[in-house]
């Protein structure tokens, strides 16, 4: 299991698992009974990244991240798929392209104030 060290616009800090795979970016949170401190997903390069909810068994906000760390686009309390839903569609397609995802425990975007533009630093 890989970590990342994330500070959010209003100088919070934590600890986040890391999706670098393939295979680890489409498991991602599902099958966990909890969200902990998230994840964040690593991508090669600027792309369409939308994120699912397969397999999903609590609500959560997403962040999509330029390469810069700077917030591109929000969804706040994204619901999972009812069970047995399988149908393929995402949850939360970008309107920008994104190089990191962020998934976040539910009310993250409120509580620290993240808008858009605003710099998430990664290390």
């Known amino acids: 299991m890989k970590f ?11 600890e986040i698992e890391v999706a670098l795979s393939p295979e680890e970016r489409v498991r991602g949170l599902s099958y966990r009974s909890e969200c902990g401190n998230g994840m964040l997903f690593v991508f090669e390069g600027p792309g369409w990244h939308p994120m699912w909810m397969y397999r999903m068994r609590f609500p959560i906000d997403i962040v999509w991240l330029d390469s810069h760390g700077r917030i591109v686009e929000l969804y706040e309390a994204a619901q999972p798929w009812p069970e047995g839903a399988n149908d393929g569609r995402a949850m939360g397609q970008p309107g920008v392209q994104s190089s990191y995802v962020l998934e976040l425990v539910v009310g993250s975007v409120a509580a620290h104030g993240l808008t858009g533009g605003s710099i998430v630093v990664i290390r």
């Open 4 to 14: 990342a060290h994330v500070t959010l616009p209003d100088n919070f800090s934590f």
